[in-house]
C-alpha cells in the first residue's frame, strides 16, 4: 500500500476527533508514586514523564494522541493506555478509533509541528484552526479503512524486520556462564591508563548540516547521544567508531558503535576516549563504568580533557590485577541475549499497540 497513490484531503481537528482537551497542572512536589503514566511534553517514551496515582485534581484520559502544548511542541503519540494528563499536553479522543487509525492520525498530527515553536505554543485558539490532511475514500471523507489496512501493513513489515535482525544478532552470540557481579575482585583505574586517546572533534554545530543518516552526537542523556541523523559535508570525515563518548555537562557516556559527527568548537563539546582494546561488547560495560564516576558532573561544573584524564573507574580485574576486557565482553553477550529473547517473547504473546501495560 502507498500513501501517494491516494487522494488527500484538509480537514479541521475539530470535525475529526470528537473530543479535545488540555491536560490539568500537577506540580511535582505534588506527584504520588504509582502505577499511572503521567503523560507530558517529552518527545520520548510517549511522552510519559513519571509513574505516578492520580488524585482527585488529576485530569486523567483513555486510548487517545497526546499532542504537546510547549517543550518538544508538536510531538504527537498514541496513547493506547489510560494515563494523567499534564497541562502541557493536549488530549485528541476517536469516537471510531482504533490503535491503527490512532497510528495514522497521530502521525497525521505531527506533520502539523512546523505550525508550532518554543515562542508559539500550542493553545485553544490555534487548535480552532488546526488542519490536517487525511486520505480520503470516493465520497470524499476521511479513509478510515485505508488507515487502519496501512499501519497494519507497516507494523508487520516492522515487525518481521526486527526478527529478523535480532536473529541474525542470537545467531552470532554464545551464552557462557560467568560469576556474577558481586563475586569478582574489583580495582579502579585513571581513564587516561585506560584509553590511548582522550579528545574532542572538531568545532562542529548540528544547525549546519542537512539530514541525512550519520548520527550527530552531543551532549544528549539519551538515544546514545544522538540529537539527529546528518549528511557530513564534501570531504569532511566523520568521526570513527568505537569509542565511548563523554558528556561534559552531565557525564553521560556512551559506546559508539557507529562513525558520527560529535559535537565540538565550544564548553559542552563531547569528549571522544579511543582504546585498542575497545570492542563493542566490553565497550558497553566501560561505558557504563564511566557514567558511574563521570555523573558528578553538571552544567556548573562540567567535565575537561584533563579532568575527564584523572577521573577512576572501577573495573573487575583478572589474576593480574588488569581489567577483565574478556569477563566484560561476555558479561554484556550474556545480557544481550537474555534482553533479545525477553523481546521474542514479548512479540510471540502480546499484539504491537495492545492496551495492555
Known amino acids: 500500500m502507498k500513501l501517494n497513490d491516494r487522494k488527500w484531503r484538509a480537514f479541521n481537528v475539530t470535525d475529526i476527533f470528537d473530543h479535545i482537551q488540555r491536560g490539568k497542572r500537577l506540580k511535582n512536589a505534588d506527584h504520588i508514586p504509582g502505577n499511572w503514566p503521567y503523560v507530558s511534553s517529552s ?11 492520580p488524585t482527585e485534581n488529576s485530569r ?8 504537546a502544548n510547549s517543550g518538544s511542541v508538536g510531538t504527537a503519540f498514541y496513547e493506547p493506555f489510560d494515563y494523567v494528563a499534564s497541562d502541557h499536553i493536549t488530549s485528541f479522543h476517536l469516537g471510531n478509533g482504533s490503535k491503527y487509525i490512532y497510528l495514522f492520525m497521530a502521525a497525521c498530527l505531527e506533520k502539523q509541528k512546523h505550525n ?9 485558539a490555534r487548535l480552532k484552526r488546526l488542519r490536517i490532511m487525511l486520505p480520503v475514500n470516493d465520497k470524499g471523507q476521511p479513509d478510515y479503512d485505508f488507515m487502519s489496512d496501512y499501519e497494519q501493513e507497516l507494523l508487520e513489515k516492522k515487525k518481521n524486520y526486527y526478527l529478523k535482525y535480532v536473529h541474525s544478532v542470537l545467531a552470532k552470540l554464545e551464552y557462557v556462564k560467568i560469576q556474577p557481579l558481586s563475586n569478582l575482585q574489583w580495582r579502579t583505574f585513571r581513564i587516561d591508563d585506560l584509553f590511548e586517546s582522550v579528545t574532542r572533534p572538531p568545532a562542529r554545530s548540528k544547525n549546519k548540516y542537512d539530514e541525512g543518516d550519520i548520527p550527530f552526537i552531543a551532549s544528549g542523556a539519551s538515544l546514545n547521544g544522538s540529537v539527529k541523523f546528518c549528511r557530513p559535508h564534501e570531504n569532511e570525515v566523520p568521526d570513527a567508531s568505537n569509542c565511548i563518548t563523554v558528556s561534559p555537562v552531565d557525564g553521560s557516556s556512551f559506546y559508539q558503535s557507529t562513525e558520527f559527527l560529535g559535537r565540538g568548537g565550544g564548553g559542552s563539546s563531547i569528549i571522544m576516549l579511543r582504546s585498542q582494546r575497545l570492542n563493542k561488547y566490553n565497550g558497553i560495560f566501560m561505558a557504563r563504568a564511566i557514567n558511574n564516576t563521570t555523573s558528578k558532573y553538571q552544567y556548573g561544573h562540567m567535565a575537561t580533557s584533563d579532568g575527564i584524564k584523572r577521573d577512576r573507574v572501577l573495573l573487575p580485574i583478572d589474576a593480574q590485577g588488569q581489567p577483565d576486557y574478556d569477563y566484560m565482553e561476555q558479561y554484556v553477550k550474556n ?12 512479540l510471540n504473546e502480546s499484539v504491537i499497540g495492545s492496551n495492555k501495560l
Open 43 to 53: 518527545a520520548l517514551n510517549n511522552g510519559v514523564a513519571d509513574w505516578i496515582k
Open 60 to 67: 486523567v484520559f483513555g486510548e487517545s494522541i497526546s499532542l
Open 116 to 124: 508550532f515553536s518554543f515562542n508559539r505554543e500550542v493553545n485553544e
Open 335 to 346: 545480557k544481550m541475549i537474555q534482553k533479545y529473547n525477553h523481546y521474542l517473547k514479548y
